[in-house]
């Protein structure tokens, strides 16, 4: 559950920097470009913490870990990916 809730919360995350790219931003295109640029490190970020908290706070290992940092980064980071390819 806490996996789901991690992964909602990224694409809150995702939502807001177009949103706010949106803002800083004449054209459609610069929007998706500079959100995805704000995005990824940002969700990189977070997924090292929410890791960090794992390995530290719930006692799993850095082994047993590493593939829910590899879902919680990587299909958020897939699919802001996706969005700048399609509507760029």
């Not at 991690?6 to 931003?25: E, N, Q």
């Amino acid at each position: 559950m806490h996996t789901v809730i991690v992964l909602f919360i990224s694409f809150v995350v995702l939502g807001a920097c177009h949103i706010a790219a949106r803002k800083m931003t004449a054209s459609s295109a610069a929007a998706n470009r500079l959100a995805t640029i704000i995005f990824l490190p940002l969700w990189l970020l977070g997924a090292g913490i929410n890791m960090w908290m794992g390995v530290s706070g719930a006692g799993y290992s850095v082994e047993e870990e590493l593939p829910m940092f590899g879902l919680v980064f990587g299909l958020p980071a897939a699919i802001a990916l996706f969005i700048r390819w399609k509507l760029s």
